[in-house]
């Protein structure tokens, strides 16, 4: 019988080039019509393989949903960027290719990011999500964030409203 072993594990230099793919193709689909889109292309361009190869090889802290021939999707955090907020740990990005979205997949890479901050002496966390990303708020607020602020974001001439989530 086939058996498909799905593993969370830190991202290896090797896996730059499926992120890509998988940043790629979740943003296309998260974002067309939310951001505009010569703003969107131009994004998307600017993180190619060499980029996720260059912030895999500096040590960012970056997991991945590794299906053993396919990467499904990745989550990077840190430090929480607003020091007027007093979340100490902040997820970045966490995004799945568009097949991987619906079956539980995001709630296992939030929590391992999650527990992840909490080792490292980070226990609350903060994550921006675009007003309009459905999906995202939802998910968010299902998983018990509170929303915590509300701040413009400049995408070339036009701006949207980012949400912040805290978990405590
Ligand atoms: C947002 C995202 C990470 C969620 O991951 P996912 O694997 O699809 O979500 P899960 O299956 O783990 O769902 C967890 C919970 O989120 C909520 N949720 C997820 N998708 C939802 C949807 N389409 N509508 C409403 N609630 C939803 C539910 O509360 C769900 O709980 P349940 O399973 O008990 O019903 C994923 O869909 C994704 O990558 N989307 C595109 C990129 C993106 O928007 N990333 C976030 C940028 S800030």
Same mark, same amino acid.
């Given at each position: 019988m086939d058996q498909t072993v799905i593993t969370i594990r830190r991202a290896r230099r090797v896996d730059a080039q499926s992120i890509a793919a998988v940043h790629d193709a979740a943003w296309r689909d998260a974002y067309r019509g939310l951001i505009p889109g010569r703003e969107l292309e131009r994004m998307i361009a600017r993180r190619g393989p060499a980029w996720w190869d260059a912030a895999i090889a500096r040590g960012s802290r970056l997991l991945v949903l590794d299906f053993a021939d396919e990467i499904g999707g990745y989550a990077s955090y840190g430090r929480n !960027?607003?020091?007027?907020?007093?979340?100490? *740990?902040?997820?970045?990005e966490l995004y799945l290719a568009p097949h991987f979205q619906g079956l539980g997949f995001g709630r296992k890479l939030f929590e391992a990011v999650r527990a992840d901050l909490a080792d490292n002496g980070y226990p609350s966390l903060l994550v921006w999500a675009l007003e309009g990303n459905e999906r995202a708020l939802a998910f968010y607020e299902g998983l018990g *964030?509170? !929303?915590v602020r509300c701040a413009p974001e400049q995408f070339g001439h036009e701006t949207r409203e980012r949400i912040a989530f805290g978990f405590e």
């Amino acid at each position: 019988m086939d058996q498909t072993v799905i593993t969370i594990r830190r991202a290896r230099r090797v896996d730059a080039q499926s992120i890509a793919a998988v940043h790629d193709a979740a943003w296309r689909d998260a974002y067309r019509g939310l951001i505009p889109g010569r703003e969107l292309e131009r994004m998307i361009a600017r993180r190619g393989p060499a980029w996720w190869d260059a912030a895999i090889a500096r040590g960012s802290r970056l997991l991945v949903l590794d299906f053993a021939d396919e990467i499904g999707g990745y989550a990077s955090y840190g430090r929480n !960027r607003v020091p007027s907020l007093p979340h100490r *740990g902040e997820l970045f990005e966490l995004y799945l290719a568009p097949h991987f979205q619906g079956l539980g997949f995001g709630r296992k890479l939030f929590e391992a990011v999650r527990a992840d901050l909490a080792d490292n002496g980070y226990p609350s966390l903060l994550v921006w999500a675009l007003e309009g990303n459905e999906r995202a708020l939802a998910f968010y607020e299902g998983l018990g *964030g509170k !929303r915590v602020r509300c701040a413009p974001e400049q995408f070339g001439h036009e701006t949207r409203e980012r949400i912040a989530f805290g978990f405590e």
